[in-house]
Antibody, heavy 121, light 109 residues
Framework: EVQLSESGGGLVHPGGSLRLSCAVS????????FNWVRQAPGMGLEWISY????????SYADSVKGRFTISRDSAQNALYLQMNSLTVEDTALYYC??????????????WGQGTLVTVSS | FMLTQPHSVSESPGRTVTISCTRS????????VQWYQQHPGSAPSLVIF?????PYGVPDRFSGSVDTSSNSASLTISGLKTEDEADYYC?????????FGGGTKLAIL
C-alpha cells in the first residue's frame, strides 16, 4: 500500500523557517515525481512545488519562489520542503503528493494526510 | 491561465449533476484536466485523470469530458448518493506547474 506521511508542521513566527518532510513507502521511490500542494483554512487547493524523479527538474509557484526549496532523498525515501521567510499567507495544510508513473501529464495521483503550518506572531 | 468553477451546485439523490471548469486562456485541449474529490477533514482524492479516465476503485457514476467550443472540462456524477457530497476541484498544468480551479461545493439535497 502506498503511503505518504507528512511531518514538520507547527507554529512559527513571521519571518521564520520550517522544514517539512514526507516519508514515502509502498512504491519504488526513485521512479516517481512528487509535488507539494497546500490549502489555507477554508480555502481551495494551491500547487506550490514539483520535483522530477532525478531532481533535475524542479519548479515553484510564484507565491513561494525564492523562499521555498524542494528536495528529495532516495536513501531515505523522503521528500522535503524547506520554507524560509514565512508570512501569515503561508498558513495552510501542506500536502505531499505523488505524480503518475510513465505519464506525460502532471497531476496528483496519491495524497498524504497533510501537515499544518501556522504562521503567527 | 486560470480555471473557473461554479462556487456551488446542488441536486437530489439519484439525479445527475455536472460541474464545469472553464480555462481562461489557451485551449482546454492543450493539457489534460483532472478532477479531485475532497470530503471535509480529509485529503483530496483523484476521481478523473487525463480528461476522461477513472482511477481504479472510482465508480463509473463519475465521468469526465472536455468541450473545446466552450473551452471547458466537465465532471458528471450520475445516480447521486449522499456520500458524493463534497468539494470538487479541477486541475490542469502548464509545463510542470499545476493550476487548480477554485473548487465547487456539491450539496445533496
Amino acid at each position: 500500500e502506498v503511503q505518504l506521511s507528512e511531518s514538520g508542521g507547527g507554529l512559527v513566527h513571521p519571518g521564520g523557517s520550517l522544514r517539512l518532510s514526507c516519508a514515502v513507502s509502498g512504491l519504488d521511490f526513485g521512479y516517481y515525481e512528487f509535488n507539494w500542494v497546500r490549502q489555507a483554512p477554508g480555502m481551495g487547493l494551491e500547487w506550490i512545488s514539483y520535483i522530477s524523479p532525478t531532481a533535475l527538474d524542479i519548479s515553484y509557484a510564484d507565491s513561494v519562489k525564492g523562499r521555498f526549496t524542494i528536495s528529495r532523498d532516495s536513501a531515505q525515501n523522503a521528500l522535503y520542503l524547506q520554507m524560509n521567510s514565512l508570512t501569515v499567507e503561508d498558513t495552510a495544510l501542506y500536502y505531499c503528493t505523488r505524480g503518475p508513473l510513465y505519464s506525460k501529464s502532471y497531476y496528483n495521483q496519491h495524497w498524504g494526510q497533510g501537515t499544518l503550518v501556522t504562521v503567527s506572531s | 491561465f486560470m480555471l473557473t468553477q461554479p462556487h456551488s451546485v446542488s441536486e437530489s439523490p439519484g439525479r445527475t449533476v455536472t460541474i464545469s471548469c472553464t480555462r481562461s486562456s489557451g485551449s482546454i485541449a492543450t493539457n489534460s484536466v483532472q478532477w479531485y474529490q475532497q470530503h471535509p477533514g480529509s485529503a483530496p482524492s483523484l476521481v478523473i485523470f487525463e480528461n476522461v479516465q477513472r482511477p481504479y476503485g472510482v465508480p463509473d457514476r463519475f465521468s469526465g469530458s472536455v468541450d473545446t467550443s466552450s473551452n471547458s472540462a466537465s465532471l458528471t456524477i450520475s445516480g447521486l448518493k449522499t456520500e458524493d457530497e463534497a468539494d470538487y476541484y479541477c486541475q490542469s498544468y502548464r509545463g510542470t506547474k499545476q493550476v487548480f480551479g477554485g473548487g465547487t461545493k456539491l450539496a445533496i439535497l
